[in-house]
């Protein structure tokens, strides 16, 4: 067991993504809660994988994570939050919804040239259709996308990057 330093409703883990060796699970309610696990090698050759908390953020609860790659992962949770770590600094972005986050995942292009992440979102107990269904794309500025036939135009804020020094 993993102490996280939180109690109650703040300590729960809501889901986890790995890459390899490197894991990252994420949740809490009212403070975020996320640990990295990593397999490690003792002194006597064998192998054990530890879990850490990562330092603390001002961030609330996180519902998501996934790996891009070895190199990035991202996060996304409650009042919209959104964060991309490269696993040694993490950068969060101002949100650009009040919705919830629920979930994330994404590709990487074909061309190798980047990657998009999608969020995906919305409250699940308000008739707000501003709040219902939210989708946040990084990676790609189409100008419109079809999804399941119907053809959408994105609105709000284009944003290249979650946040931070080259990202």
């Not at 979930?103 to 995906?120: E, I, K, N, Y």
């Not at 135009?153 to 944003?159: S, Y």
Request: hydrophobic share 35%.
């Amino acid at each position: 067991m993993i102490e996280t330093g939180l109690t109650g409703a703040d300590s729960r883990l809501f889901t986890v993504s790995c890459h390899g060796d490197d894991c990252w699970a994420v949740g809490g309610q009212n403070t975020g809660v996320v640990l990295r696990g990593q397999t490690v090698t003792l002194s006597d050759s064998t192998r054990d994988f530890r879990w850490q908390p990562r330092p603390g953020t001002e961030a609330r609860g996180w519902n998501g994570v996934w790996f891009a790659d070895a190199d990035n992962a991202f996060l996304v949770g409650v009042g919209g939050q959104t964060m991309h770590t490269n696993g040694f600094q993490s950068f969060m972005a101002r949100s650009l919804t009040p919705a919830t986050l629920h979930g994330v995942g994404g590709w990487a292009r074909p061309d190798g040239t980047s990657t998009v992440a999608l969020a995906v979102g919305g409250e699940l107990d308000t008739a707000d259709v501003t709040q219902r269904a939210v989708i946040l794309l990084r990676g790609d500025d189409s100008a419109a996308f079809t999804v399941d036939g119907t053809p959408f135009v994105p609105t709000g804020e284009l944003r290249r990057s979650l946040g931070g020094a080259g990202q």
